[in-house]
């Protein structure tokens, strides 16, 4: 069965420090995708970025960078140079046949 | 563009009492799904549609009622609401082209149960 971990449920930091948010999934699929949406205090929900099970490149945007690593089941992402704009639950995502199965959702507090 | 429009975005009901959650996307988007959001548990899937006249369960569907009459349109119908029913509900499209289009939200529908 699909099924993502996100272990931690609230992180808080203070502005300018690094974060990194654990995604762990497991699925029996060699095909998959996943997936990172943020879901800011105004509640409305904003992808962020989306990697497919071949492609195991790390990729940077901006302050944010994710890190898919297959051997352990992981897709990371770090928020560099934390900003108080940042605060938001995070959900990790996969996606598996037609649906998406989501993890808990990390919520992040960034603090002046 | 509106992309996914949900209404209400607040609404109370009685137990036992029943409404429809509206849910419409202008993308031509083939898949529409409905979920709900609790506190620790994510975001769990409750009815999808892959195309006009198809719909499925997903993994939350008790107490919910569906129907896809038009690509546009894939509104949640409560039955008879219960407090557990008590959550944030987002309807989601995403275009069937490929198999990693990323999904459009709604802005969400919080709903009490008293």
């Known amino acids: 069965a699909q099924k993502v971990t996100q272990a931690q449920t609230e992180i808080s930091v203070v502005e300018k420090e690094d974060v990194t948010l654990d995604c762990v999934y497991e699925?029996?699929?060699?095909?998959?995708?996943l997936f990172w949406y943020k879901q800011p205090p105004s509640g409305e929900l904003v992808f962020l970025i989306r990697r497919n099970s071949f492609d195991e490149q790390n990729e940077i945007s901006g302050r944010y960078s994710w890190n898919f690593q297959k051997s352990t089941s992981s897709f990371n992402f770090t928020i560099t140079a934390s900003q108080v704009v940042d605060s938001a639950v995070y959900f990790c995502a996969l996606y598996y046949g037609q649906n998406f199965v989501f993890g808990p959702g990390t919520r992040l507090s960034v603090l002046p | 563009n509106a992309g996914v429009t949900q209404t209400p975005k607040f609404q109370v009901l009685k137990t036992g009492q029943s409404m429809t959650l509206q849910c419409a996307q202008d993308m031509n988007h083939e898949y529409m799904s409905w979920y709900r959001q609790d506190p620790g548990m994510g975001l769990r899937l409750i009815h999808y549609s892959v195309g006009a006249g198809i719909t499925d369960q997903g993994e939350v569907p008790n107490g919910y009622n569906v129907s896809r009459s038009t690509t546009e349109d894939f509104p949640l119908r409560l039955l008879s609401a219960a407090p557990s029913q008590t959550s944030v509900y987002f309807c989601?499209?995403?275009?069937?082209?490929?198999?990693?289009?990323?999904?459009?939200f709604g802005s969400g529908t919080q709903l009490s149960v008293l």
């Open positions: 989601a499209s995403r275009s069937g082209g490929t198999a990693n289009e990323k999904l459009f």
């Open positions: 699925t029996r699929d060699t095909t998959y995708y």
